[in-house]
Every structure is written in structure tokens, then in C-alpha cells.
């Protein structure tokens, strides 16, 4: 079977872009080729990636164009991670249609909900439109699977969590910057969002202002992804000045292993106000590391929750889960994670039409046309 997976993929490191690399692995374990079309703003290299022009989105729309004619793959597979690529996704589903592929759409953002919500009569229509033409559609939970409802009510929706193994961890050195960082604090917490309100930065900055009482030489590492807003951003910043952290603060930007950081750290921390299914919380929890996030709904079983926006409670719960010890994976991750794989191969094999075992795909002579190629 030859899957094309659609979307982010690292570097730099993120949410959908490590999902894609989980989802890459995973169903190379079972004998499946995949291909990546990467929509993201890094340039990885591989023989089966291809990497497209986000700079100029007429040049990547006929780009996508020619390789969606001349792909033999059996499914696309396309990951929306939240508003800024559903219209990308629905050009996806209809060169799709035009082409005679089969396309899978995953909806993984946590403020999807409130992109649907708000959309005018005339885009609605256009966005039930783009879903109509999916042969498939999955949510990563049932406050997406229900909006997704409303657009298409007679579409049956599959749910399935981002819930997959993290590649091996360690397998690239750290920045010299973050290495100095770390071995100089202790204890260390690590974290990774964009600079927007959404993702309660603000309010973690607080609690860790609240932790240095108690652990004086603390240390908080903060991964910013790409996509984030100016003037937020430079509020983190005075955030950090006002209230003296500048010792304790480490901002990295485009990291292209958050594992490693996550291996070399003591809690995870997520602080987002708003959420679909965070793969980092999800890497947390496979690593054994203590994880601490906001009680946005659908978070897994092993998390350690605090009142979403209230720096006290957050400050609280990452007290308590620094008084812990790295350990093995939380109980269920793995299974969950082979139950997802499952999952998402029966929704392949309904696509084709075939609910018979999946078979490793062999190559021929005849006509390669690989999506690196």
C-alpha cells in the first residue's frame, strides 16, 4: 500500500509536523511506502519527499497540481492542523477528485472549532463543498467529530487520537545554546507553542516567577513554533523582563528534535487555552516525563491538570509534578497508540474498498513515480 501523507513535516519540530514523522514510521513498521508532500516552512531531505512553495501560492498550487497527476500513490493522506491550512486542505480534496486519487482528510487543531464557527454563509458552503469530496474524514476528538457534523451530517466521521510513538529519542545533538542552559538549571521545564494568546505562555512565565521561590536555580525552556503573532510575542518578552526571569528562560525557535529536550528535562508543560489532542503531551507521557497541562477536555489518562489561565494553579500542579521521577511510559499510551494504527489502517482499507490484510508494498520496474521523484 502507498500512502502520501500531506502537511507540516519537521524540521522545524511542531505539533502536526511530529505527528506526520509518528505516522511515517508507524506505518513503514507495517510494510506500507509513504511519501510526504511537505507544506511546511522547513526543506527536509529524503528520496520520497517532495517540498513545496509556500512562499508563492499560485507556484504551489500548480505544483501540488502536477504531482497529485502524476503520483501513484493509492491514498493521500492530508493532516489540517487547524484553520490556517483548511482552505490548503480543500484544494487538496478537489485535485484529488480531478486526478482519480483517493483522500483522506484529518482535522488535529484545537481551534478548528471556532474557525467553523465563525465562518460566513458563503465559505461555509465552500467548506462543505471540500469536505463532500474527502473519502474520508477523521477527528482527533468528538468536539471536532461534531462541528465536522454540522458541515456534513450524512458523512460518516471516524475518531481517532494523535496518540502515536515518538520516534527514538536522542537521535540528534542538542544546540549548544539549550545544552548550556540545561546542565545550568535545575530543575528544568520545557515547553513548545506559538506565541499566541491561545496558547497561555503568559500565564506559564507567571507560575515559573511563582516556582523560583522554592526552586531557585529553575529553568524553563520554550519552544516557539513558526506561526505565532508579533505583538504577543514581544509581551513574552517584556512578560520576562518585568518579572526578572531572563536567567531562567531559555526561547528557542525552530528546533528540529523537541525529543531530545524533552529527554534532557524534568516536566513537560502545557499551558494552551485552547486544544485538540497535543502531541506533545502525548510524547510527555510515552518518555515517563511528568506532564502538566490545562484542563482543555480530551486530555489522556497520566496527565496532571491545572485550572486553564491560573498561574497559581499551575504554578501548584508543576510543584507537585517536580517531586516526581521520570518513569516508564504512562499506562496505556501503548496500547492506544497500537490501537490508533489499527485504526487508521481500516480506515485505508474501507477506502479501497478492502477490508483484506494489508500488504508490504514491492516496487516495480514499471513507471516509479515516486512522489520524491
Known amino acids: 500500500m502507498k500512502i502520501t501523507l500531506i502537511g507540516h513535516y519537521p524540521p522545524p519540530y511542531g505539533g502536526v509536523a511530529a505527528l506526520m514523522k509518528q505516522m511515517e514510521a508507524s506505518l513503514s513498521r507495517e510494510g506500507c511506502r509513504v511519501s510526504i508532500f511537505n507544506l511546511g516552512s522547513g526543506r527536509p531531505v529524503g528520496d520520497n519527499i517532495i517540498n513545496f512553495r509556500t512562499n508563492n ?3 504551489e498550487f500548480f505544483q501540488l497540481a502536477r504531482h497529485f497527476a502524476f503520483s501513484d500513490t493509492d491514498i493521500f493522506h492530508y493532516l489540517s492542523a ?3 491550512s483548511f482552505w490548503l486542505g480543500a484544494v487538496c480534496t478537489v485535485l484529488a477528485r480531478l486526478t482519480g486519487h483517493k483522500i483522506v482528510i484529518s ?10 464557527v465563525g465562518l460566513n454563509p458563503h465559505a461555509r458552503s465552500v467548506a462543505k463543498f471540500a469536505l463532500g469530496l474527502a473519502h474520508a474524514v477523521v477527528a482527533c476528538n468528538s468536539d471536532i467529530e461534531g462541528v465536522l457534523k454540522t458541515l456534513q451530517p450524512r458523512t460518516r466521521i471516524r475518531q481517532m487520537s494523535n496518540c ?3 520516534l527514538a529519542a536522542g537521535a540528534l545533538n542538542l544546540a549548544q545554546s539549550v545544552e548550556s542552559f540545561i546542565s545550568s538549571h535545575s530543575p528544568v521545564v520545557c515547553s513548545t507553542g506559538a506565541a499566541c494568546a491561545e496558547y497561555g ?6 507560575a515559573l516567577a511563582v516556582l523560583r521561590r522554592e526552586y531557585p536555580t529553575i529553568g524553563f525552556v520554550l519552544v516557539l513554533t513558526r506561526y505565532g503573532d508579533a505583538l504577543h510575542e514581544k509581551e513574552l518578552f517584556s512578560t520576562i523582563e518585568s518579572l526578572k526571569l531572563a536567567r531562567h528562560v531559555l526561547v528557542e525557535r525552530d528546533l528540529p528534535d523537541f525529543i531530545s529536550v524533552l529527554n534532557r528535562s524534568d516536566v513537560l508543560l502545557r499551558s494552551a487555552l485552547v486544544d485538540g489532542d497535543s502531541v506533545s503531551v502525548r510524547e510527555g507521557l510515552f518518555l515517563g516525563l511528568p506532564t502538566v497541562a490545562s484542563d482543555t477536555p480530551f486530555r489522556p489518562e497520566g496527565v496532571i491538570l491545572f485550572r486553564r489561565g491560573d498561574s497559581l494553579d499551575m504554578a501548584e500542579k508543576l510543584s507537585l509534578a517536580l517531586k516526581k521521577e521520570k518513569g516508564h511510559s504512562a499506562s496505556g499510551v501503548q496500547k492506544e497508540s497500537d490501537q490508533n494504527l489499527e485504526t487508521l489502517l481500516s480506515i485505508y482499507r474501507a477506502v479501497l474498498g478492502s477490508e483484506l490484510p494489508i500488504k508490504p508494498y ?3 520496474n514499471s513507471a516509479d513515480r515516486r512522489a520524491g521523484a
Do not use: M
Open 107 to 116: 482535522f488535529v487543531g484545537g481551534a478548528f472549532k471556532d474557525f467553523i
Open 82 to 84: 487547524s484553520y490556517r
Open 201 to 206: 505562555l503568559v500565564s506559564a512565565l507567571e
Open 164 to 166: 502515536f510513538p515518538p
Open 57 to 59: 501560492r499560485v507556484l
Open 362 to 364: 514491492v516496487s516495480t
